[in-house]
């Protein structure tokens, strides 16, 4: 069974730009969530969708957006990006909801901004 | 204030040796989990500890949960270069959210 995967794995933007990374969930799962892990901040909880719908959202500002696909695949954007947004974005699936579920992580997509 | 509190952030030991890291908080938990994270992969869930007390053995891993469920501890017994990693606690966030909140974590680092 195939794993998470995210596109691209790499990604250098710059300062004012927008983005959008990819997450493919393991075949059957129906919730994604989505993280950002910095040196400084750790790991840190974005959103989760479940059935194309977001269920959660953590503490992070507006420019910070996603959805989700009726085939469950999910993107989140980034809009208008800042330096301190370079991280490492990783998403995560599961087979329900990811409060009673394992969650499975993908690999991430490393974001530069200069 | 972090909730979950690693230490120690970083270890370097040699082949052969044990080790015990930490995960602690003020708060109580229902239930808490270790994940490993190699270099240029997502974290692997290791164990999930939900009752106060409980130990679980993974091959050369011993989790154990604390009785009050606000710590966690991982110990390694005789490391091996393949332990090598960022070894993550996380426990659910409160509040309606279902994500994760994770700690941040210890660098291992075993040489051969």
């Known amino acids: 069974k195939a794993g998470v995967t995210q596109t691209p794995r790499y990604l250098i933007k710059t300062r004012g730009q927008q983005v959008t990374l990819s997450c493919s969930p393991i075949?059957?799962?129906?919730?994604v969530s989505w993280y950002q892990q910095t040196p400084g901040q750790g790991l840190q909880f974005l959103f989760e969708y479940f059935s194309e719908t977001q269920r959660n959202k953590g503490n992070f500002p507006g420019r910070f957006s996603g959805r989700q696909f009726s085939n469950s695949r999910s993107e989140m954007n980034v809009s208008t990006l800042e330096l301190g947004d370079s991280a490492l974005y990783l998403c995560a699936s599961s087979l329900l909801t990811a409060h009673y579920n394992e969650q499975f992580f993908g690999p991430g997509t490393r974001l530069t901004v200069l | 204030t972090q909730l979950l509190e690693q230490s120690p952030q970083f270890l370097s030991i040699q082949e052969g040796e044990n080790l015990t890291v930490y995960c602690n908080s003020s708060s109580v938990f229902s239930s808490l989990q270790w994940y490993r994270q190699e270099p240029g992969e997502g974290p692997v869930l290791l164990v999930t500890?939900?009752?106060?007390?409980e130990v679980k053995k993974l091959k050369r891993l011993t989790f154990q949960f604390g009785d009050a469920r606000k710590d966690s501890s991982l110990h390694i017994t005789a490391a091996q270069p393949g332990d090598t990693g960022l070894y993550l606690c996380?426990?659910?966030?409160?509040?309606?959210?279902?994500?994760?909140?994770f700690g941040k974590g210890t660098h291992l680092i075993i040489q051969p």
């Open positions: 996380a426990v659910r966030s409160g509040g309606g959210a279902d994500g994760l909140t």
């Open positions: 075949s059957g799962h129906r919730s």
């Open positions: 500890v939900v009752t106060g007390g």
